[in-house]
């Protein structure tokens, strides 16, 4: 019984300044400023600084939206059912060169060895396709370079998403 209060003793003597150092270096700012509407790009950038949020922002197709537009698009959902589709084992043909070493820190498919292996940025407008066209740009790198295909010659799949959004939602 002894030796048991002398190790629990030993370990929160041994826990807390651990805590304290945590509690210390993960420690944001108490007051957090939350971002509202109406905010201009300047206070943005303000609440951004003061929050100590690591990214910046600049003026963009968003930031021009009437307050009702961006609250319906802001406030889009998942469906409450997600569609499961059966799912293929292989992985494509980059999966020789996995284990082959480290992976680089960065990685671009607009510049790989000199060369764009995916088509030009397109803007996919309001109707949330954005991970469509992310799917699309990581797919048509993987292919076009699996195929000997760049710059003018690669193929360009971001076309899909555009075509598929305005079927859907037509301007």
């Given amino acids: 019984m002894k030796r048991s209060k002398k190790t629990l003793f030993s370990l929160i003597v041994l826990c807390v300044p ?3 150092l945590l509690s210390i270096s993960f420690a944001k700012p108490e007051n957090i400023l939350r971002f ?8 943005i950038r303000a ?3 003061h929050n100590e949020y ?3 922002v600049d003026h963009n197709w968003v930031f021009d939206m009437s307050p009702g537009k961006k609250q319906r698009f802001f406030s889009r959902r998942p469906p409450v059912v997600p569609k ?11 999966a020789k060169h996995l284990g082959e070493g480290q992976l680089p820190s960065v990685f671009d498919w607009r ?20 991970y469509a066209f992310g799917a699309c ?8 370079w699996a195929n000997g295909k760049y710059d003018a010659n690669c193929a360009d799949f971001s076309d899909m998403p555009i075509r598929f959004t305005q079927v859907l939602w037509p301007r």
């Fill in 18 to 20: 651990l805590f304290c």
């Fill in 36 to 43: 509202e509407p109406e905010d201009t790009l300047e206070e």
């Fill in 47 to 49: 609440k951004i600084n």
């Fill in 54 to 56: 690591n990214f910046t």
């Fill in 84 to 94: 499961y589709e059966a799912v293929s084992e292989d992985i494509g043909p980059l």
């Fill in 111 to 130: 510049d790989y060895n000199g060369h764009s292996y995916i088509g030009p940025i397109r803007d996919q407008g309001d109707c949330g396709s954005c």
């Fill in 137 to 144: 740009a990581a797919g048509e790198g993987t292919y076009n």
